[in-house]
C-alpha cells in the first residue's frame, strides 16, 4: 500500500531555531516524488520543495532543506532560522510513478513562538 | 500570476441537495484534481482528470461525481448532500509535462452540509 506518514501531530519551536518535521513513506514504485506543502491558517496550499526519488542530492529551496533517506524511506522537512510567519499546518505527500495525483500525510502543526 | 479559482470560500448546503463545486485554472494544464481535507486525515483524492472529458475515480469517489467539459474547468458534484460530506474541499491542476513540480491549489471551499 501506498502511504505517507507524518507521527507529529503538533510542534512548537523557538523563533530564529530550526527545526525538523517527520515525514515515511511506504511505496514499491522505482519512481516517485516527494513534495512539501505549507498551509496556514487561510487555508492554501503553498508548494515549498520537491524530491525525486532518483535525485543524489537532497532538495534546498531557500531555508527548507529536505532530508533524503531513501533507504528509511524518510523525507524530512528542515526548516532553519524559524520565523513567525512559519507557524501553519505542512503536509508531506508522494507523488507514485510521477502521477501527478499526491497522497498525503495527516499534517503537522507547527506553532512558532516569539 | 498562476492561478486556481474555486467558485466558493464558503458554502451551506441542507442534506440533499444536488451541491457543485467549481474550479477553474488558468494555466493550460491538463491535470485537474479534487481533493478532500479533514483534520487528522489529511487530502484524500475524490476524482482527478487527465484531459477534457476524462475522469477517474480517485480513492474516496462515493458520493461524488465530476465533469470536465472544458480543459480549465473541473467541477465536483455531490448528487445528494449528505452530513458526512461537511469537509474542506481543494482543487488543484498540474502539468503532464511537468509532473515532477508541484500541483498548483485554488484556496479551498468549507462546506457544511445540515
Known amino acids: 500500500a501506498q502511504k505517507i506518514t507524518q507521527t507529529q501531530p503538533g510542534m512548537f519551536v523557538q523563533e530564529k531555531e530550526a ?18 506543502y505549507k498551509q496556514p491558517s487561510s487555508g492554501e496550499m503553498i508548494f515549498l520543495i520537491y524530491q525525486g526519488s532518483y535525485d543524489q542530492q537532497n532538495a534546498t529551496e531557500g531555508r527548507y532543506s529536505l532530508n533524503f533517506q531513501k533507504a528509511r ?5 528542515v526548516i532553519s532560522a ?33 | 500570476d498562476v492561478k486556481v479559482t474555486q467558485s466558493s470560500r464558503y458554502l451551506v448546503k441542507r442534506t440533499g441537495e444536488k451541491v457543485f463545486l467549481e474550479c477553474v485554472q488558468d494555466m493550460d494544464h491538463e491535470n485537474m484534481f479534487w481533493y478532500r481535507q479533514d483534520p487528522g486525515l489529511g487530502l484524500r483524492l475524490i476524482y482527478f482528470s487527465y ?23 473541473f467541477s465536483l458534484i455531490l448528487e445528494s448532500a449528505s452530513t458526512n460530506q461537511t469537509s474542506m474541499y ?25
Open chain 1, 73 to 77: 524511506k524518510s523525507a524530512n522537512l
Open chain 1, 19 to 36: 527545526v525538523t518535521l517527520d515525514c515515511t513513506y511506504d511505496t514499491s514504485d522505482p519512481s516517485y516524488g516527494l513534495f512539501w
Open chain 2, 51 to 73: 484531459d477534457v472529458k476524462m475522469k477517474e475515480k480517485g480513492d474516496i469517489p462515493e458520493g461524488y461525481s465530476v465533469s470536465r467539459e472544458k480543459k480549465e474547468r
Open chain 1, 82 to 114: 524559524s520565523q513567525l510567519g512559519d507557524s501553519a499546518m505542512y503536509f508531506c505527500a508522494m507523488s507514485p510513478s510521477n502521477t501527478g495525483k499526491l497522497i498525503f500525510g495527516q499534517g503537522t502543526t507547527l506553532q512558532v513562538k516569539p
Open chain 2, 90 to 114: 481543494l482543487c488543484a491542476s498540474s502539468s503532464p509535462d511537468r509532473m515532477n513540480t508541484e500541483a498548483f491549489f485554488g484556496q479551498g471551499t468549507r462546506l457544511t452540509v445540515v
